[in-house]
């Protein structure tokens, strides 16, 4: 079946630091790939998605490259800020399967001042 | 994107009694809903899925006479929790998904709390 594997967490960084959170997956055939943002006591909110191999997602200054050769989806930004602490969970769709989600198991990110 | 509203965002109720949870598609026809429970610091997953029109398919481990869910019209699944015990207080999320896209739209999600 389907899976998806994130680097564990809890991840602490210092603002402006560089961010990589590592996501592998596992899927039959061409999944489409997303990163999810989920803040304290909320929903989850799509931060950005690549549906076929080599697109790069990007949405406030994230980014992820939908890598297949490596079946790799890692996030990655420049500059942290503290109102970037949150869950992040990468998650991908099957095609034959459209709409449902697997996750990772979320990696939680905390940015100190 | 496409928006998807779930009701109540939080609900307590008592031991023993229902509640029912709504997830509404606002501008597009959902052919297919998801719906899926997540534990404090823990990932999402998924409990069932459900076509408009037809019974939900459940996955392995949820009960489906615990976990009723009604998928009448295209726009609206809900997912009544039978007989609530404090072990069933979560966070419900919903996602809907059309016959176009991969992606699945999210809800707000719902925290439940049985006292």
């Known amino acids: 079946g389907n899976s998806v594997t994130q680097m564990e967490g809890p991840v602490t960084l210092s603002e402006e630091a560089f961010l990589t959170i590592n996501c592998t997956y596992t899927a039959t055939g061409y999944p489409s790939l997303f990163w999810y943002v989920q803040y304290p006591g909320e929903g989850l909110q799509l931060l950005l998605k690549?549906?076929?191999?080599?697109d790069k997602g990007s949405n406030k200054g994230f980014e992820a490259t939908y890598r297949k050769e490596t079946t790799s989806f890692h996030l990655e930004k420049g500059s942290v800020q503290v109102s970037d602490s949150a869950v992040y969970f990468c998650a991908l769709t099957a095609n034959t399967n459209a709409g449902k989600s697997t996750f990772g198991d979320g990696t939680t990110l905390t940015v100190k001042p | 994107g496409a928006v998807v509203s779930q009701h109540p965002s939080r609900v307590i109720c008592k031991s023993g009694t229902s509640v029912k949870i709504e997830c509404r598609s606002l501008?597009?026809?959902?052919?297919?809903m998801f719906w899926y429970r997540q534990f404090p610091k823990q990932s999402l997953m998924l409990m069932a899925t459900s076509n408009e029109g037809s019974k939900a398919t459940y996955e392995q481990g949820v009960e489906k006479d615990k976990f009723l869910i009604n998928h009448a019209s295209l726009t609206l699944s809900t997912l009544t929790v039978t007989s609530a015990h404090p072990e069933d207080s979560s966070f419900y999320i919903c996602?809907?998904?059309?016959?176009?896209?991969?992606?699945?739209?999210f809800g707000q999600g719902t925290r439940l709390t049985v006292v």
């Open positions: 996602s809907a998904s059309d016959i176009v896209n991969t992606e699945a739209f």
């Open positions: 690549a549906t076929k191999a080599d």
């Open positions: 501008d597009f026809q959902a052919t297919t």
